[in-house]
Every structure is written in structure tokens, then in C-alpha cells.
């Protein structure tokens, strides 16, 4: 698919602050179609060093609160101001995604790329943890890495070159997600499904020279990206 939001960001300093295949245009396709109202407010949950809140605030004319238990929010605030941003349109708060800081129905939607996995396997934690801070009617767009078939039961031997047991068991497939926010009792499912963006962004991770870059090559370098993908959920709150 195209990214023409994605390919302004395309650049090596930009890219050297991802953290995993490129979020960037994950998001792009992840909010294809979506409206956001006007002077909304967004969370950007799991905003790691703020690319995608750069992403959301300058594309979309939104108002981000970039949230993200392990970045520094001083650094990502210096970054912000270094894109162009003013202090009041992107705000950076350190934050866990189980304990959000934030007013009751505080933002208009939630977005969250590659990083939902790691704190959304519960689930009541729509219902209890997050919903609580959406309007009604707002959305949630989450975007995250997934396995085309759920094999944790006869791991490839081609994902454990660089991945852990563990590790893999953040990664499930659509079937696994769509029962997990089926059990929301106070939102609507809208879209589970698989995304056309997997090779195009992990070409864009592995060109990456950080460790963690290197070591994910080994496993799909052996083919290991046959039996990954990426999964969108969208979903509204009633």
C-alpha cells in the first residue's frame, strides 16, 4: 500500500528513534478513514519517544497527550519542540497504561501502535482501565504485532533465533483478539482484523543498526515473518 503521511517522516534521524517495525506507517493505515472531531484530544497510549504523537498532532490537528510509562518526558517534550510543536498541543506524561492520570472522559479517542499488547491481554482492562477516560462515542484505534496463526503449543523454530518463549506470548492472532474485546461490555467492535502493513515496515525496522534491530534479523532473515502480522482493532465506546 501507499503511505503519503508516513513518507514526510521517512527520514534517518526520524527513524532512528523507532522501536520496532515502523510505527509510523502502521498508524497511517490504522487511521485511514478516520474522523477525528474538531479540537479533539487524543491519547497517544504507548507513545515511546514520541513519533507517533509527532505523527498524530501535525497529520491529524490534534491535541496529544504523548502517554508512555518508560520514555522520558523531558526528552520527548525537547523533541516535540525541536518538530515544530508548541507545549499546549503535544504533551508528554509518564504514565502507566493500568493506572491512566487523566480526568474521566478526558479524550475523544485513544490510539495505540505496538505497544497495546503488553497491558490489553486483560480482559477487563477496556472496561476498567481505559474506557473510563473516552467520551462517549469516542474511539479506540489500536494497532499491534500479531501472529498470522496463534502456534505458541509447537513454536517455529524460526522466532525462537530471536525471541523467547515469553516473548512470543505477547503475540497472538485475530481470533484471539477479537474474543478478548468482545468481552468490553462498554464498547462497540467495529473492525478486528489483519493490516496490509507488515513487510513494508519490518524492511523498515531491520534496516535499523540499534541491538535490538540486529537481533530481530536472525529470525526473519530464516523466514520467521511467515507467521507474523500486524492487527487492527477499532472500537467505540457506547
Partial sequence: MQYPRSQKYNTPSLMAKIMGPNPIKLEEELLMGCFFPQDAVVCDLGSGQGLTSVFLAKEYGVTVYAADLWSDPEANRRFFREMGLPDNKIIPVKADATDLPFEKEFFDAVVSTDSYNYFG???????????????????????????????????????????????????????????????????????????????????????????????????MEAGGGQYLNFIKIVMQKR
Avoid at 473510563?132 to 496463534?150: E, L, S, T
Avoid at 530471536?162 to 467492535?189: F, I, N, R
Avoid at 507488515?198 to 535499523?208: F, H, P, S
Fill in 121 to 219: 491481554r486483560d480482559p477487563l482492562y477496556l472496561d476498567e482501565k481505559l474506557l473510563p477516560f473516552v467520551k462517549k462515542g469516542g474511539r479506540i484505534y489500536i494497532a499491534i504485532p500479531g501472529m498470522k496463526r496463534d502456534c505458541h503449543d509447537f513454536l517455529p523454530t524460526e522466532l525462537l533465533l530471536s525471541w523467547t518463549p515469553e516473548q512470543l506470548d505477547y503475540l497472538h492472532d485475530v481470533a484471539y483478539w477479537t474474543d478478548m474485546v468482545k468481552c468490553c461490555q462498554g464498547a462497540d467492535v467495529i473492525e478486528v482484523a489483519e493490516m496490509e502493513s507488515n513487510e513494508e515496515v519490518w524492511d523498515d525496522w531491520l534496516k535499523q543498526e540499534n541491538e535490538y534491530a540486529v537481533g530481530d534479523r536472525k529470525a
